[in-house]
């Protein structure tokens, strides 16, 4: 017998990332209904080779649902996930809403997964960040090995990180620059063509934004909160793909070689590491892909125990709906969730 699964957020850049590798992955869903708000009924959204109608969130009964895929924004899920829960449905949360709630594992397959465990309390779980989501994939296998003590991280966010909006004003701006017309700035801060901007989400008194502190939040939960992290976090005229810039200082030594071959072993790793021309992954190269990638591996001589490396993921993906369904494997696999009946 196979589940029923809501994608909530069924027409925005991730609600259609889940149907798109829902379908890829092949999982055991006998029936996939896609949700969004009233204003997107009727739209039309690609499942494999099917086309599915979307439904309103706000008319659905989730009692026959077995796993929701939450993609609808923080607002939305504070709203939902708990009513959604409520009915037995489990709730996979893509958002910032339950990441920091003690009650909601937060969870990235590849490192973490017995923490999974606690989802009954509320029947949610939360995906992190898309940030961090790649950095810990990297991070996990060389912590378990040398034990790190301390990151500081910079990242090159792709503007999907923002949503078709970000994406469309790239696009825009783009195109008025060929085209002498003038750019507009409406979705970004500044503008983000032919440029850089060091600040996503809000920012915080200390100087810190909210999404440099979410990576600082969401690592310590998930991996180990004895780490000292630092970000900074900047928004790059790339369409799709994270890009970070990782330093670490380990307790234990290791070697370049040695992060290397433990990388290369890991899941959900792909190492390449060419010292060479073009011998490192990109966003480009890594848009559409499920691994999270790393390069650049070197020993850093200006501390005891020190690496440097650039790590590079499908933000769409890895940072958000791969991930997702990676969790609702997990719980199918560990055998946490049972369907509640035939779909129909």
Not at 172 to 186: E, F, G, H, N, W
Not at 322 to 341: H, S
């Amino acid at each position: 017998m196979g589940y029923k699964v809501a994608v909530v957020g069924a027409t925005g850049n991730v609600g259609r990332e889940m149907l798109n590798i829902l379908a890829e992955r092949a999982f055991p869903a006998d029936e996939v209904v896609a949700l969004a708000s009233r204003r997107s009924m009727g739209q039309e959204v690609s499942y494999g080779d099917a086309t599915l109608k979307v439904k309103a969130l706000d008319q659905y009964d989730f009692s026959d649902t077995d796993i929701a895929l939450m993609s609808a924004g923080g607002d939305a899920s504070k709203e939902w996930s708990p009513k959604i829960g409520a009915q037995g449905c489990v709730v996979i949360d893509n958002s910032s809403a339950f990441r920091y709630d003690s009650d909601v594992p937060l969870i990235v397959p590849e490192v973490n997964p017995d923490a999974i465990s606690g989802f009954s309390k509320k029947n949610i779980i939360a995906n992190p960040n898309c940030s961090t989501a790649q950095l810990v994939v990297a991070l996990k296998p060389l912590h378990d090995k040398a034990k790190i003590r301390r990151v500081v991280v910079s990242t090159y966010q792709s503007v999907s990180g923002a949503g078709k909006e970000g994406m469309d004003e790239l696009d825009r701006q783009t195109k008025a620059l060929y085209s002498l017309q003038d750019v507009k700035v409406q979705k970004f801060s500044k503008r983000i063509a032919f440029n850089l901007i060091p600040h996503i989400d809000v920012f915080m008194e200390d100087g810190f934004t909210k999404e440099e502190w979410k990576m600082v939040a969401e690592t310590k939960k998930m991996l180990d909160p004895a780490i000292k992290l630092t970000a900074t976090c900047v928004r790059v005229p790339v369409f799709i793909g994270h890009s970070e810039s990782v330093n670490i200082e380990f307790e234990n030594p290791i070697s370049a070689d040695e992060a290397r071959d433990i990388l290369r072993s890991a899941p959900g790793c792909a190492v390449i590491d060419k010292r060479e021309p073009g011998g490192y992954a990109t966003p480009h190269e890594a848009a559409g892909e499920d691994p999270t990638y790393i390069s650049r591996i070197r020993e850093d001589i200006t501390v005891e125990n020190g690496l440097a490396m650039w790590v590079v993921a499908d933000n769409l993906r890895k940072g958000a709906a791969l991930n997702a369904i990676q969790i609702a494997e997990l719980l199918v696999k560990r055998g946490l969730i049972t369907a509640k009946k035939k779909a129909a």
